[in-house]
T-cell receptor, first 118, second 112 residues
């Protein structure tokens, strides 16, 4: 079974430029997550989709970050304009919709995109 | 957002040692709990789910204490290959879905 795919793997940009990341989840996984992981910290949830609807985006800096999941499959995360503090690894994960009686399900992560903002 | 707290460590232990990590959470309505493992410059991977009755998988034992709002992970007979960061994850119910919150992770270094 193919895993979660992400691209690009690495990106270096200057501040105030724009950048976009792409994620393709595991086939059949309805829930898709975008995380930001700064060095030495745990992943921080930016946005969670279930199919093509947003479940939670309370920690997404909406003045500069946007995300979409058209057709409920792959997703893009965009930063415009980037700031120095956006330097981090951006992780995409997917999971099945929790089945009855199960509160949450295993998340499968992609390899991440390492963003450096100069 | 509710907090999930972990001691960042590092925990530096010899091979064969037993080591335990704790993770506390602030939302008493949290629904489910997990431990993930993250190797250096890699993505997190599920180590084990944590059930109310506690659960064991080989050298690893996870326990949940809802009254005190913490979960624990015990690793027995540590191996060099156990060196990694261990992330605690707490899921909160929200509108029919479950929203995960990660702790910052606890770093484990197992030395010969």
């Amino acid at each position: 079974e193919a895993g979660v795919a992400q691209s690009p793997r690495y990106k270096i940009i200057e501040k105030r430029q724009s950048v976009a990341f792409w994620c393709n989840p595991i086939s059949g996984h309805a829930t898709l997550y975008w995380y930001q992981q700064i060095l030495g910290q745990g992943p921080k949830l930016l946005i969670q989709f279930q199919n093509n609807g947003v479940v939670d985006d309370s920690q997404l800096p909406k003045d500069r970050f946007s995300a979409e999941r058209l057709k409920g499959v792959d997703s893009t995360l965009k930063i415009q304009p980037a700031k120095l503090e956006d330097s981090a690894v951006y992780l995409c994960a997917s999971s099945l919709i929790p089945t009855s009686g199960r509160a949450g399900d295993e998340q499968f992560f992609g390899p991440g995109t390492r963003l450096t903002v100069l | 957002r509710k907090e999930v707290e972990q001691d960042p460590g590092p925990f530096n232990v010899p091979e064969g040692a037993t080591v335990a990590f704790n993770c506390t959470y602030s939302n008493s309505a949290s629904q489910s709990f997990f431990w993930y493992r993250q190797d250096c410059r890699k993505e997190p991977k599920l180590l084990m789910s944590v059930y109310s009755s506690g659960n064991e998988d080989g050298r690893f034992t996870a326990q949940l204490n809802r009254a005190s709002q913490y979960i624990s992970l015990l690793i027995r007979d540590s191996k060099l290959s156990d060196s990694a960061t261990y992330l605690c994850v707490v899921n909160e119910a929200s509108g029919g879905s479950y929203i995960p919150t990660f702790g910052r992770g606890t770093s484990l270094i197992v030395h010969p």
